[in-house]
């Protein structure tokens, strides 16, 4: 069986990504070029899943961020905070070599686990993902993301709350 | 023979974008576009698409339409539901392990 390094945030000197091949040329490249520089910048942070010989298999990229609902009535913002803290998972890829074996999911779920931890010592009430296309969308609501606009084929933002994660994982306990 | 100038010859219509540029402007494209061996649409497109997943995938802010915000705003106010698609990923077992 495949044996893969748990999720590390990336580093640049260690991990190999110049063959990394998603089939998403965008993500391929911003990892190669752009993901240590971005770590200086501090916008987002880096996570990766390595093989052995820490060559990249996946990538997510995290950063905080808020989700603005000032254009909603007034009475259902009331009492709540706006913006409401939250995780955005803005990027994840996998190496096409390395499809269907759940690598995608693993990492996704440390996002989510990320998300728990957050929310309990500061406040992080949903983690929000910005999917690349439309297939990468249906990925997303396979696993249980709710897009913001359902009923919007075009939309490409989908989140899931904290609040989910957590009952969801009391459950399975 | 036909000699194609084009990167990847395309199976989907393409769609048309009419953009004003300053002449120093164009003149800097151009340069870079020859520069990175690409012609100076594709070179464009290809700088604009990476800008653009960039700004989407850090955003400091997601701003809501008014009826995803309704939506969303009811969402937090309901007692935490467990999520059955979330579960079932959860007890899925990886086709991989971890190196421990």
Redesign the interface.
């Known amino acids: 069986m495949t044996e893969l390094r748990r999720p590390t945030p990336l580093d640049p000197g260690r991990h190999r990504r110049e063959q990394f091949d998603s089939g998403e040329p965008i993500l391929d490249e911003w990892l190669r070029r752009y993901a240590g520089q971005n770590r200086r910048r501090d916008t987002a942070a880096t996570w990766v899943i390595a093989d052995t010989d820490d060559v990249v298999v996946a990538y997510a990229s995290v950063a905080m961020t808020g989700i603005d609902r000032s254009s909603a009535p007034m009475e259902l913002i009331k009492g709540a905070p706006n913006p409401i803290p939250a995780l955005l998972l803005g990027r994840l890829a996998v190496d096409r070599n390395y499809a269907n074996l759940g690598v995608g999911t693993a990492l996704t779920l440390y996002v989510l686990a990320t998300a728990i931890e957050l929310n309990e010592k500061a406040a992080c009430r949903a983690t929000v993902v910005s999917a690349i296309n439309p297939a990468a969308r249906a990925w997303w609501e396979r696993l249980g993301f709710h897009p913001f606009q359902p009923d919007d084929t075009a939309e490409l933002d989908l989140y899931l709350l904290t609040s989910e994660i957590e009952a969801t994982l009391r459950r399975l306990r | 023979m036909l000699y194609c100038h084009c990167e990847y010859v395309s199976t989907v219509k393409e769609d048309r974008l009419q953009i004003r540029v300053n002449p120093a402007d164009k003149a800097l494209l151009e340069r870079a576009a020859a520069a990175s061996h690409l012609n100076v649409s594709s070179f464009v497109v290809q700088a604009a698409?990476?800008k653009a997943?960039?700004v989407?995938?850090?955003?400091?802010?997601?701003?809501?339409?008014?009826?995803?915000?309704?939506?969303?705003?009811?969402?937090?106010?309901r007692p935490?539901?467990?999520?059955?698609?979330?579960?079932a990923?959860?007890?899925?077992?990886?086709?991989?392990?971890?190196?421990?």
């Open positions: 698409a990476l997943e960039e989407l995938a850090e955003r400091s802010s997601i701003r809501l339409s008014q009826e995803a915000a309704t939506a969303f705003s009811e969402a937090l106010e935490a539901q467990v999520n059955d698609r979330l579960a990923a959860l007890r899925r077992a990886p086709k991989f392990s971890w190196l421990d």
